[in-house]
């Protein structure tokens, strides 16, 4: 099946520091560079969709100086490099809880949006002070409303509430650093996503990685829960032999 969105999962930015002996901005500055970069290719390959986790609400416990840093870095992207968005026809959407960010910031995520609103080729959407967790909370609560007023809800309406409602299902989501856990990244869109994990670290996340990763997803066998021939049928058919 065509891979139409692919999210991934930035990890291994402050490992990358230290084992370069650099300090920790360092790490975060390489990752975004990286992004740039991956974002450009995974257009070239004809991906509708990218969505990345940038910032987590469970960011903000790391020390101050590393969330200025962080910041700044948000700041210095949506300053420098939208234009190179708008050139490459990519739109930007950013998801999560802006009303925890300055004024400043807020206007700046809003004006990046409007400024990419065109673009067609791609849609690169970031995760910043977003939680799938409290994603999901907020579409139920307002599906409470919604049930309020009739006997049943479909999953359609349900969807709506969700930050991520105008993008399809993640068919792949990669993870870069090692660890093999969701981290509370678009919990509810990967119900039937191909997982694929690496011990790369972010900022050395190549190209060619992620021609491997693009690889592997299209030699599965996708078939969402289905009685599609596969490897289930063969260890039924021994089986019985």
Same mark, same amino acid.
């Given at each position: 099946m065509a891979l139409r969105h692919l999210a991934i999962i930035m990890d291994g930015n402050r490992r990358w520091a230290r084992q370069n002996a650099l300090k920790i901005l360092a790490g975060h500055y390489h990752g975004a560079q990286n992004l740039k970069s991956i974002a450009r290719s995974v257009a070239e390959h004809g991906i509708q969709h990218l969505t990345v986790f940038a910032f987590s609400r469970e960011n903000w416990k790391r020390s101050q100086a590393e969330i200025s840093s962080l910041l700044g870095l948000m700041?210095? %992207?949506?300053?420098? *490099? !939208? /234009?190179? &968005?708008? *050139? *490459? *026809? !990519?739109r930007l959407l950013i998801i999560g809880d802006r009303t925890a960010f300055d004024q400043d910031l807020q206007d700046a995520f809003t004006h990046a949006e409007q400024q990419t609103a065109t673009c067609t080729r791609m849609t690169l959407t970031v995760g910043i002070n977003y939680g799938g967790r409290q994603d999901i909370l907020k579409a139920a609560q307002r599906a409470i409303q919604l049930s309020s007023q009739k006997n049943q809800l /479909? /999953?359609? #309406? %349900? #969807?709506?509430? &969700?930050n991520t409602s105008s993008l399809p299902d993640v068919d792949l989501l990669i993870r870069t650093g090692g660890e093999k856990r969701l981290s509370n990244f678009v919990l509810w869109e990967i119900s039937y996503a191909e997982l694929y994990f690496t011990d790369v670290l972010w900022p050395d996340f190549t190209l060619q990685d992620l021609s491997m990763a693009i690889k592997d997803y299209y030699s599965r066998n996708r078939r969402y829960g289905g009685d599609n021939v596969g490897e289930d049928d063969a260890v039924e058919t021994i089986i019985r032999a």
């Open positions: 700041r210095r %992207f949506l300053k420098n *490099d !939208i /234009q190179q &968005l708008v *050139d *490459d *026809d !990519i /479909q /999953q359609h #309406e %349900f #969807e709506m509430g &969700l």
